[in-house]
């Protein structure tokens, strides 16, 4: 079986360079909430409707009910918009400054971040890694299945996670492109229902099955 290294490397060179979420840390943050259980297409057309407003300044002089309205098409609006609101005053306690965040040991971020109602450990994570720079590795829906298909059989997820971070540098970029290049692949190629006849990694995954 291939090690996250060697699998890492596998996914680059079929996909080349990987993409970086946002440079900008809150969009991150807000972004994060409002994809869970919702199309990135739905996010995209919310975010740009708000383009120059999206700021943690912006975000948090409005009333529940503005901001309801304003994330409304991404779905569970009214979840979503405690969320964002719980978590911004949380920023607001690093004075909205992700540098101060990024100062902060990892453990201590990762527990607060859990302990806002509708923020788990997938989005946590994306958030600790893309807008913070913290390397903890994202495991979501996608990298169970691609991982199960290609038959590695791990328990847990903290048994994924033991995968991933044993292998490979604790580089927080390094993990944000492998987690964009799992995505790319799942959504291009194993799908719910599997592309393989097309997929580029066919020939490596009938090795590894
Ligand atoms: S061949 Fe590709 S699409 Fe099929 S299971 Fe393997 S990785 Fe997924």
Known sequence: MLNANELYHVFLDIYCKPRW??????TVMFQAVLVQNTSWNSVEKTCSAIQNKLTPEYISNLSVEELEILIR????????????????????????????????LMPKLRKELLSIRGIGAETADVILVYAFYKPSFIIDSYTRRLLLRLGYNFYNDAAIRQFFETDLPRDAQLYGWYHWLILEHCISFCRKSPKCDICPFREKCKQLL
């Open 21 to 26: 979420w946002s440079d900008d840390p809150f």
């Open 73 to 104: 098409p991404c779905g569970f609006y009214k979840a979503k918009a405690r969320t964002i609101q719980t978590l911004v005053t949380w920023f607001g306690q690093y004075d909205f400054n992700s540098e101060i965040v990024q100062k902060t």
